[in-house]
């Protein structure tokens, strides 16, 4: 079923009838990512923009490949190399493209509320691929379909998920969080306090600081990655020190009950958050999470596009 929304800004937006529908959409997506010829004709005629102006590996390339799998034609924009570069400002760029007739714009941009901000003056549908500290929905979508395909169900009830690491900074915490609390699970955000959000008032979780006593009863680690971009050392005095204290090593790994998922958005640091056997290892479902991100943003795509009509 598509969404009667014009823009997917973040998770907070979403029904649960939403989320499940969009997660319904994304596994008959997944069938088409199995096929010799992976291409359907759902969105000909239709235009992406992928407007980023921050660095990005795994969402730009699975919003190209979504719409073109979907036989959407797919611009890419990056900020280096345009107009942005002589100073012309997000929303100038933004009305010069849509004089160009796309269908949705998909934003990527480091000032939290910079997809808000275009939704409101943009005609078409606009997609948040990441602001700032604020909301990644497309991430918390790709790992809620990761989770669900893992567990063979979609009911997520008493499933413990800890968050660990940088959660003030995170945009994918505060989807992840939303996200998986609506559909039921049990949410633990964990780091040092000074990485940790000042209140939790409106998270829909609890906050622990010493990870060594909340690991045995996690079914989900989420590891964050230490963003050294946007932390001082008045925060994180030593990277060394976080590996020792919230790092995913194979000793902590090896405490982990038999069945727990390890995740993590990528991109990595290995030896930081994670170890490298950790990462590569049977607990983790991180590439998994990467082959769902195309699933999932064709899956959106379509919610926002599609006639309501079949998939395929
Ligand atoms: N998880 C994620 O947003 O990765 P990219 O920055 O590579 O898109």
């Given at each position: ?10 998770m ?43 660095s ?42 849509e ?33 700032g ?7 918390a ?8 395909r ?35 699970a ?10 940790l959000?000042?209140s ?11 990870l060594?006593?909340?690991l ?5 680690v ?52 994670i ?15 990467v ?7 064709m ?14």
């Amino acid at each position: 079923m598509s969404w009667k929304r014009k823009d997917l800004l973040g998770m907070r937006d979403l029904e649960a009838s939403e989320i499940t529908d969009v997660l319904d959409t994304a596994v008959s997506m997944k069938e088409i990512a199995s096929r010799e010829i992976k291409k359907v004709p759902t969105l000909r005629g239709k235009t992406v923009v992928n407007l980023f102006y921050e660095s990005s590996t795994r969402t730009r390339t699975s919003f190209e490949i979504a719409g073109k799998w979907l036989s959407a034609d797919v611009i890419n924009f990056s900020a280096s190399g345009s107009s942005a570069d002589k100073g012309e400002s997000l929303l100038d760029t933004a009305r010069n493209i849509e004089a160009m007739s796309p269908d949705v714009v998909v934003v990527r941009h480091k000032a939290s509320g910079a997809p808000a901000l275009l939704a409101r003056h943009l005609r078409c549908g606009v997609v948040n691929a990441g602001d700032g500290a604020h909301e990644h929905p497309t991430q918390a979508l790709l790992d809620l379909l990761t989770l669900r395909r893992r567990l063979g169900s979609d009911s997520f009830r008493g499933l413990r998920v800890g968050i660990v690491g940088d959660v003030r900074h995170s945009r994918v915490a505060r989807s992840g969080v939303k996200a998986f609390s609506a559909v039921g699970a049990d949410v633990t955000v964990v780091g040092p306090p000074t990485l940790l959000p000042e209140s939790l008032e409106g998270w829909p979780a609890r906050a622990a600081t010493d990870l060594d006593d909340v690991l045995p009863e996690l079914d989900v680690v989420y590891l964050l990655r230490i963003q050294r971009e946007r932390l001082g050392s008045a925060l994180l005095p030593s990277l060394r020190e976080y590996t020792s204290r919230y790092g995913l090593t194979a000793a902590r790994a090896a405490r982990l009950k038999p069945d727990t998922v390890v995740m993590h958005p990528g991109p990595m640091n290995r030896g930081v958050e994670i170890a490298a056997e950790v990462a590569d290892g049977p607990a983790s479902i991180i590439t998994e999470q990467v082959a769902n991100g195309v699933a999932v943003r064709m899956a959106v795509l379509w919610s926002l596009l599609g006639s309501g009509g079949p998939v395929a």
